[in-house]
């Protein structure tokens, strides 16, 4: 079952825009990690935050975790054309054994 | 190079025609999964194993098999393709243990059944 809900879909912004994504899920969760694919490439590790944490921070990426609203958004400042990439959530469950995904967002950065 | 890699990356096959993705990576790590992505739905999990010998199903394992007797390889094995698994797929690895979370992925395998 598909755990993670991304939010938008799709968005396009400027170059120097920031970019914000939104994540949501339905169970408990021991951490949730962001992902970055490259049209068709495999998914690369962007950064991790863990249930007992509400904001992390890595160069331009802001991730932050409401685990009330069983939430997350991911910040990409100052985008530029290079972050045109397609953004997943992914959430691994108590257990450690299983990471699961959303459906993710598409992120065109114009130059 | 730390890498997984996946074989072959393209593939076109019939239905019923038993095939093997192998999927290899050289991070002697303990964990290794199997995803098929399609669009709009994401990532799904097809199965994984926590070291050799062991494995077990993710969410949407019908259809599928894998083996782990080496820690390295993780092959999926389509015994009878359907159209319906027609898919990109990924392997991914990563090492097991409390705050070894990074997941490596593979380059992906396009598989087209007909």
């Known amino acids: ?50 249930s007992n944490e509400r904001e992390k921070h890595s160069g331009r990426l802001r991730v932050t975790l409401d685990t009330s609203k069983k939430s997350s958004s991911l910040l990409i400042t100052a985008s530029r054309a290079a972050d045109t990439a397609s953004y997943f959530c992914a959430t691994k469950n108590n257990a450690g054994n299983m990471l699961t995904f959303g459906g993710g967002t598409r992120l065109m950065v114009k130059p | 190079e730390a890498q997984v890699t996946q074989n072959p990356r393209y593939l076109i096959t019939v239905t019923g025609k038993k095939l093997t993705v192998t999927c290899s990576q050289n991070m002697n790590h303990e964990y290794m999964s199997w995803y098929r992505q399609d669009p709009g739905l994401g990532l799904r999990q097809i199965y994984y194993s926590m070291n050799v010998e062991v494995t077990d199903k993710g969410d949407v394992p019908e ?28 392997c991914a690895s990563r090492r097991w243990g409390q705050g070894e979370e990074t997941q490596y992925f593979g380059p992906g395998t396009r598989l087209l059944v007909l």
């Open chain 2, 63 to 90: 259809g599928y098999k894998v083996s782990r007797k080496e820690k390295r390889n993780f092959p999926l094995i389509l015994e009878s393709p359907s159209p319906n698994q027609t898919s990109l797929y990924f």
């Open chain 1, 1 to 50: 079952s598909q755990q993670g809900e991304e939010d938008p879909q799709a968005l396009s912004i400027q170059e120097g825009e920031n970019a914000t994504m939104n994540c949501s899920y339905k169970t408990s969760i021991n951490n949730l990690q962001w992902y970055r694919q490259n049209s068709g490439r495999g998914l690369v590790h962007l950064i991790l935050i863990r």
